[in-house]
């Protein structure tokens, strides 16, 4: 069975702060698809990144970077100098990605709130 | 490209009602896909259709549910008898599948209330 586990319910910090998201999964699975997602107070989950077992490279785009580290299990997000705008629920996700059933089922975590304030 | 769209945004019914969303996926997704998410929760799997065929249900997904795909396009989730503890905002999404799965995209949700 997947699992992913969001230990930080809540996180609050002031503007231009830099903040990291945790993610830790669980999973039989030698190959997998990592995800992260956003869901702005209107409630439409927005693709952030998704990242494949095999690639443990870092990414970064703009101000918001992955640490996928296979060893522990973690897939983190770091946003740096957060905004206002990016206050929003944020979930980490997993999926299979071997076979017919590739991507099929996501496997959430519970979400962390991300608030930033002015 | 247009995005995942769903109807209706919210619908408010009362206990024993049946109720109807739809979903329809971008245009060449050939996957589509259905989740719940209760609040303070992430989304739970329901199905998911590739093409026409329903190729997986989950054990959330009672005999009260029933979900279609007719012409592989658009999707239908149909509750029957809601029950209070269906309310829950319920997701669809789409993606490519080539032979290697493409990444999910969402659409707004439909927000059920059952009174």
């Known amino acids: 069975a997947q699992k992913v586990t969001q230990a930080q319910t809540e996180i609050s910090v002031v503007e231009k702060e830099d903040v990291t998201l945790d993610c830790v999964y669980e999973t039989r699975d030698t190959t997998y698809y990592l995800f992260w997602y956003k869901q702005p107070p209107s409630g439409e989950l927005v693709f952030l990144i998704r990242?494949?077992?095999?690639?443990?490279q870092n990414e970064i785009s703009g101000r918001y970077s992955w640490n996928f580290q296979k060893s522990t299990s973690s897939f983190n997000f770091t946003i740096t100098a957060s905004q206002v705008v990016d206050s929003a629920v944020y979930f980490c996700?997993?999926?299979?990605?071997?076979?017919?059933?590739?991507?099929?089922?996501?496997?959430f975590g519970e979400g962390t709130q991300l608030t930033v304030n002015p | 490209d247009t995005g995942v769209s769903q109807d209706p945004r919210h619908k408010i019914t009362k206990r024993g009602q049946n109720v109807t969303f739809r979903c329809d996926p971008i245009?060449?997704?050939?996957?589509l896909y259905w989740y719940r998410q209760t609040l303070g929760q992430g989304p739970e799997f329901l199905t998911y259709?590739?093409?026409?065929?329903?190729?997986?249900k989950s054990r959330l997904l009672s005999d009260r549910f029933s979900a279609e795909r007719p012409k592989g396009s658009f999707s239908t989730l149909e509750i029957q008898r809601t029950e209070q503890g269906d309310s829950a905002m319920y997701l669809c999404?789409?993606?490519?599948?080539?032979?290697?799965?493409?990444?999910?995209?969402f659409g707004p949700g439909t927000r059920l209330t059952v009174l």
């Open positions: 259709f590739q093409n026409e065929a329903q190729l997986e």
């Open positions: 990242r494949n077992s095999f690639d443990e």
């Open positions: 996700a997993l999926s299979e990605s071997e076979g017919e059933t590739s991507g099929s089922r996501v496997t």
């Open positions: 999404a789409s993606s490519l599948f080539r032979p290697t799965a493409d990444t999910q995209y």
């Open positions: 245009s060449e997704h050939n996957r």
